[in-house]
């Protein structure tokens, strides 16, 4: 017997029962109590349903059969004198179990139809040739086909003519590699319309199907032409207007200019005319020295030479250069102050510019761009310095090395800017003066910065204000500082 009770180890609720035929006359397995059963009948182990499956099991009337014994189910066998039983009662749990799990299936499986077909999204499950097998509510209406139609077309047939073959490959790109994702193209409805749409396709090794999700883009696409557009206006605005203030400011510039002209005319024009008048008291006398004529000559060849540089000043200061050159920053500074010199003395405002000696001060850029921008500065020192009426009053232009870059710091004591106005000096048509454009330092910040490729900055100092231009240099030779 030692046979069967090896067969018990691997049947841990199994119950073997030996007869030889109708008496018990072994039992193995199950509880201890069971033991008390050999020697009896089976008639008087079983209830009557029990026994009467047991006889026919014997008969071999049939294979297995369910018993209940003892309060539990078992499934039964026979063979060779030897009934076998096994709990079924783990089978029954199991069973029911998988009922259960097959009722939760079926309800997920409905809670994700539900959220397909809410989805805001087309999608489909595609087979590998890209033939539709499901598509949610929103792939339907979108393509305007019902289910029905779809199980007869392909994501490669609802494309446009050109997208047909690039759909074909996305198909065979999802299968190759897992998936294929925001494909750009365009779909055709069933009635014709075409929609923009991006695709994305992953491939269900297991079942062999793909999923598509579509989404409709034709909106964004439209969205995205139309700011585009916007956009585009918005810049062309944009530039015109710069186009504008640029012109403005030379405006601006040469009004300061003819200001600036006028002051230094006055003075050889006044002697000019005291020598004409000494000319008619001349020409009254009878004996007209010839060497005193010379002189009166040649004095006043010297003032209109002296105008005609003015001019010539002037001119070059509009000359406009299209190509950047390499320029000294120090002689663009003086041609720059040479313009407004004589306003200076006349306001008393001393003006000096201090350097770093052996400071290589050569600049690519605009040459004339760059002396506008020194030009508003000082006007704009001696604007402030002669509203607040300053006492030894005085502009003072420093050009020096910091680490690699130039920097140029025009430094007055006009008296400063105000805390309110610091953060809109630079924006275009901001003045605080009755006939300012309030373009010059907008103009200024546009030139250094846009231009030159430079920073400009500002900052109140202790009776006035100081601003610096930082210009790129990329000096090499460390000795300077
Ligand atoms: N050195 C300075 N001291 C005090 N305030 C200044 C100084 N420089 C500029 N500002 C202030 O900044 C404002 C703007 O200067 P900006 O040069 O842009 O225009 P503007 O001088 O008013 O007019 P424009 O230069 O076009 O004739 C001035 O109106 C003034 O209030
Ligand atoms: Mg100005």
Redesign the pocket.
């Known amino acids: 017997m030692r046979k069967k009770s090896d067969i018990l180890k691997n049947m841990p609720k199994s119950i073997i029962v030996e007869t030889n035929g109708k008496v018990v006359v072994g039992v193995y397995g199950g509880k201890k109590s069971l033991k008390k059963l050999k020697h009896k009948k089976l008639k008087d182990i079983f209830d009557a349903k029990a026994y009467k499956r047991l006889k026919k099991l014997r008969k071999k009337k049939s294979k297995s059969s369910v018993i209940s014994w003892d309060g539990q189910e078992y499934g039964a066998y026979y063979k060779s004198d030897v009934f076998y039983f096994y709990d079924i009662t783990a089978y029954f749990e199991v069973e029911s179990k998988l009922k259960q799990s097959l009722s939760e299936l079926t309800s997920k499986k409905e809670e994700l139809q539900a959220v397909f077909d809410l989805a805001a999204n087309g999608i489909s499950i595609l087979d590998r040739d890209g033939m539709f097998l499901y598509a949610n509510k929103f792939f339907q209406n979108m393509m305007e086909y019902t289910m029905e139609e779809l199980y007869s077309e392909s994501c490669i047939s609802l494309s446009s003519a050109e997208y047909a073959a690039p759909s074909k490959t996305a198909v065979e790109k999802a299968i190759e590699f897992g998936s294929f994702e925001k494909f750009k193209k365009v779909c055709v409805t069933k009635s014709g319309v075409h929609l923009n749409a991006s695709m994305s396709l992953a491939y269900l090794e297991s079942r062999d199907e793909i999923i598509m999700i579509t989404s409709d883009i034709t909106e964004d696409i439209m969205y995205q032409d139309k700011l585009k557009k916007q956009v585009e206006i918005e810049v062309a605005k944009r530039s015109q207007q710069h186009e504008i203030m640029c012109h403005q400011?030379r405006l601006?510039a040469m009004g300061?200019m003819i200001d600036s002209i006028a002051h230094q005319w006055r003075q050889p024009l006044n002697s000019l005319g005291i020598i004409v008048q000494g000319l008619r008291h001349i020409s009254s006398q009878k004996n007209i020295d010839a060497r005193f004529l010379k002189e009166i000559e040649a004095e006043m060849m010297q003032k209109l030479n002296y105008m005609s540089q003015t001019i010539d000043d002037f001119s070059m200061f509009f000359r406009i250069s299209k190509q950047k050159e390499s320029f000294n920053v120090l002689k663009s500074i003086e041609d720059a102050i040479r313009l407004i010199d004589i306003q200076l003395k006349n306001y008393n405002i001393t003006i000096k510019i201090t350097k770093d000696e052996s400071l290589d001060l050569s600049v690519l850029g605009f040459a004339n761009k760059f002396r506008q921008v020194i030009l508003?500065?000082i006007?704009?020192?001696m604007?402030?310095i002669v509203s607040k009426s300053v006492k030894n009053a005085k502009i003072e232009i420093i050009i020096k090395r910091v680490k690699n870059n130039l920097h140029i710091e025009i430094v007055?004591n006009?008296?400063?800017?105000s805390r309110e106005?610091m953060p809109k000096?630079f924006n275009p048509y901001?003045?605080?003066?009755d006939k300012?454009?309030?373009?010059?330092?907008?103009m200024s910040k546009v030139i250094i910065e846009s231009h030159m490729n430079g920073l400009l900055a500002v900052k109140n100092i202790k009776d006035?204000?100081k601003?610096t231009i930082m210009l790129k240099k990329g000096y090499e030779d460390a000795s300077h500082s």
């Open positions: 400011s601006a300061e508003n500065m006007h704009n020192s604007m402030a007055d006009g008296g400063g800017i106005d000096i901001f003045t605080t003066k300012g454009s309030g373009i010059g330092l907008y006035g204000v601003f």
